[in-house]
């Protein structure tokens, strides 16, 4: 069990580093694009849909890891003033509440992957592309969001501190 752990934990930071790395490829290909039209050429319309793509690949892939690291924007100014055994509760309640919702989102992601996979469906803007490789990173990043919050739920770890809003 220690050996899926370790590797569950390897995909979460992977997936991490993948997402951190699309962002500064946004702004070399906005720089080419740039540079190019100064010269009076014309860059790629494909540049412009890849891009579109990355955001939500970003997102998607960076999610994950932005749990662990309670690294989504969140207020503490509640959670901060209540008791800490009350404080506990609400946590593990919101997280548990979380989990529900991204689990949600993650089933919902994976039935229209796998319908637009079963019915080839393509998505058309400067380039055919199948959507299911578009759309397959939203089950993808709210399942690993729900194991996450999950972790927070169920685990020793709690997702609000209780040490932002009013202790700072």
């Not at 069990?1 to 370790?6: A, F, R």
């Not at 500064?24 to 014309?42: A, E, H, K, S």
């Not at 055919?128 to 770890?157: D, K, N, S």
Request: hydrophobic share 50%; charged share 15%.
């Amino acid at each position: 069990m220690p050996q899926v752990i370790k590797l569950y934990n390897g995909l979460v930071l992977a997936l991490a580093i993948v997402a951190g790395a699309i962002l500064p490829t946004f702004m070399l290909i906005i720089v080419y694009q740039v540079v190019w039209r100064n010269f009076g050429l014309q860059p790629s319309a494909h540049l412009f849909t890849f891009t579109e793509y990355g955001l939500l690949y970003m997102t998607m892939l960076g999610a994950p890891w932005l749990v662990r690291e309670r690294g989504h924007v969140y207020i503490e100014v509640v959670t901060a003033s209540l008791p800490e055994r009350l404080r506990n509760g609400l946590s593990r309640a919101v997280s548990g509440l979380c989990v529900v919702i991204s689990l949600i989102l993650a089933l919902k992601g994976l039935d229209i992957t796998i319908k637009n996979f079963a019915s080839n469906e393509m998505d058309v803007r400067s380039l055919y592309f199948p959507r299911w490789i578009l759309i397959g990173c939203i089950p993808l990043g709210f399942g690993l969001m729900a194991v996450e919050f999950a972790r927070f739920t169920f685990g020793p770890e709690l997702f609000h501190t209780g040490e932002a809003g009013i202790h700072e």
